[in-house]
């Protein structure tokens, strides 16, 4: 038997099936730095111990999206090792908000298994949780990836494909335990724009372009013990189709997440991950533009203090975002648009 | 009203302005290590808590110039993201050491405003102050940068170019709570040369040269939440008048620094900027060396194990500091400087 | 006399000289989370507390190759600086776990002394000991380098070519105190492959390939503030023998390390260094691919639960791995062998 992984082929998925993914890995002060290294971010919650103080946590969180790296990591020698596409999420929620110290670990289940016509290749669909130490929830989501078979003709047991939610109701939302916002100093915070200046429909140009560097999504995506070889290997890649290294997704949505911090500097915490699409790969060299349109204005039940925001973030690759591109006249993806993502997130409201 | 910031123009300020800056910053160990690894700095005194501690510091104080850099970033979105150029610094003082777990939030007060004759653009004089969270000060200096005017027919309503200070006097200047040399461990420190060893218009080549990349300078100017865009954006940058992106001032600084240690070694702790000058622009490719000149030597009142030496840091692109390389014959600036930087170092006496 | 470093020439060592080398250094969960962003390292032991704590530690220990980087690093002013090659590694042993918050400092003694016939070079033995602030030694090895001389002419008071050790043996690999595998989790480890499955003279190909770029190679290298020239200055390299920087030898054996997860995941500490040499040199933009043997498998005295092996960790640059890549037919170094690499590693044994 090989020691070596080669990873799941389709048929190797069963509905129903568990995963407990490898790699239990503690998230520390040193991964935070790395964050802001990588991304930028200016969220003052994220920033600032003294400003997550002010809003009744005991220390700064870590990125939301850094949780979900880490937990997305762990799922790739799993799931999407002999991946061809990672088509899309749905129904992602973050629970208790991880602190530097937290050691998070990974699990899933196939909930959905569809073989494609050609039957070179299905679709897995996997819900996968990640939880800290102490067994919380930290963030949950579905994904579905289009995964090669090991052999055309193995026979596939049983596929369904899972009824998958439009978006998280207001009501599932988690607003992290002793958060409030009645200290909330939005100078500090960087902008003037609360839950209350916003509109549905409203759609925001963040303006900013930020070129992507080798070393740098190599770098992010070791960091969060990502495996899948094509980010790695210049050697095979530029022998393959692109010939050149492709940028794992979850690089352009923390870019695309930082470049909206100028329209969206209050958007403090991501709460939920409704949907989500990368349109097209990117690569090094590229420069990453951002627009935000906010698709919902949500009250969270019970909550005077904050709101939610539903938005869809659209990140496109050598073009300014102010034109707001998406779709071509013909009604198909914009080929400078490389991720459509629908999150929502936390804001202040006014008193 | 658009939600996104397009920064201050010429116009928008005022004589005494004062500005609180975005975007508080817990500094941690992870910065500290992204430090190193961007700078190699070997200075005992940060690198080594047994170290601080043989000093009588509790810790491994963060390197002051990753300090400036915070404490200058968070002032870039509110003065400078219409510069045209970063002038010069002067005046500038270090306070209180800043330890890992501090938060450091910067205000200003603007002290000059003086239009050029074009009316296209006008000169900016502000006094920054870093202060952790306790409100003690960690940096306190001048900049000045040139920004543009939104409209050239704006009127100014009062000018003034503010008296600055030549040096910062030595019985201004801050020497940590609670540290002496008595102990000092000048083979640990990797340098034989105190103090005493040292004499004004020395000068030292620093011998050692750094290749810039890309990845490298954005990383750093990241992690200080500097957000010029000149520096990451090379879809714009790339039609722009260098066709590359530029690199932050401060990136220099730091190298420049960093090489110094051989031939400075015992120069454990910055206490001031006096003055300083981005003489010429610098790109990824660029390899940065330096050379220093003792301006002046400072007993600092009061102390025998401790004095001061007052140095300029020179630094230059793709040619060896040998030469001391400062004016052309003409007297203009030699093209392959980068810095000419005025500072002002603590360093051991011989008891 | 100049205040830089020049470093010692051959002429310049003793046999028995004492070196204690400068820049005392204090790990930290930053350097933990950079060394997981340069090699994605996936070893749970050292990636999770919760993990560690299982085994029973207090924390998830510092990956050992850090260490050795930061204790080697520490030697380069003092016995390379003026390297030609730097030949080879003995004897190495890892003594207790490096845990973020220790301060390392390394001392050497000069164990060996060999001018070569054309007196222009020497051989340089070193034995060198990490220790941390306590004392206690972290690591502990033997290497040698081919030093310049200053002048040819310069006569070599005693030589000695000391005797080396072949491997460490069992009886003297240290297991860290406390340390105990009966509640191993080899899912989380991400391998089902334990000690008692693997056979001496079984060859593992690692399969992945991972790409260098100049800014990893170069951050690691001033994180360990090795401050070898040839790492960093493309000005001075471009018009060297290689027309680039070349990279520091233990960049290759950590990425090696890190591919060797996939097939060896349970490899979860390395406890000698027993011979290395880097065979030949490596530039940025080559693809690095690993093989490994399984020379001999250890019995622990007095252990049930753990055993060792000793491996052979072969390294190629652009070429996969799977041909077992060592030799040419005429019995030289195979041109794409860059790293062969003689170590030792504890596994859990089956209960």
Chains 1, 2, 3 share one sequence.
Do not use: C
Not at 322 to 346: H, M, N, Q
């Amino acid at each position: 038997m090989s020691k070596t992984n080669s990873g799941n082929f389709f048929e190797d998925f069963r509905l129903g099936q568990e995963i407990r993914h490898a790699t239990p890995r503690t998230v520390t002060e040193g991964d935070v730095a790395l964050y802001t290294a990588l991304y930028g971010s200016r969220f003052a919650f994220t920033s600032s111990a003294e400003f997550a103080r002010s809003l009744g946590l005991a220390q700064a969180p870590v990125d939301d999206l850094a949780a979900f790296h880490v937990v997305f990591g762990k799922t790739v020698p799993d799931v999407s090792l002999n991946a061809v596409a990672n088509l899309g999420y749905a129904g992602g929620r973050f629970g208790v908000p991880v602190m530097a110290g937290d050691t998070l670990t990974t699990n899933s289940v196939v909930i959905g298994l569809k073989e494609n016509s050609n039957r070179q290749t299905g679709v897995v669909y996997v819900r996968s949780t990640g939880t800290n130490q102490t067994g919380e929830m930290v963030v949950d989501y579905v994904r579905w990836v289009m995964v090669r078979k090991r052999d055309a003709a193995a026979a596939i047991a049983e596929e369904k494909v899972p009824d998958l939610p439009g978006s998280v109701a207001a009501a599932d939302l988690v607003v992290p335990a002793g958060l409030h916002a009645a200290r909330y100093d939005a100078v500090l915070a960087g902008s003037p724009h609360l839950w209350d200046d916003y509109a549905a429909g409203e759609r925001i140009d963040h303006v900013d372009g930020t070129t992507i560097e080798e070393a740098e999504h190599m770098m992010a995506t070791r960091l969060w013990q990502n495996t899948a070889k094509v980010h790695f290997n210049q050697h095979t890649e530029g022998q393959g189709r692109f010939g050149r290294r492709l940028i794992y997704g979850g690089h352009i949505i923390s870019i695309a997440r930082a470049l909206s911090f100028n329209g969206l500097g209050n958007a403090f915490k991501i709460a939920a991950i409704n949907g989500g699409r990368h349109v097209n790969p990117t690569f090094a060299g590229d420069t990453i533009y951002a627009w935000s349109e906010v698709l919902e204005k949500l009250e969270i039940p019970g909550r005077g203090d904050i709101g939610a925001l539903r938005l869809r973030l659209v990140a496109l690759k050598n073009q300014p975002a102010g034109a707001f591109t998406l779709k071509t006249p013909e009604g198909k993806d914009d080929p400078a648009v490389v991720l459509d993502f629908d999150y929502t997130v936390l804001m202040p409201r006014r008193a």
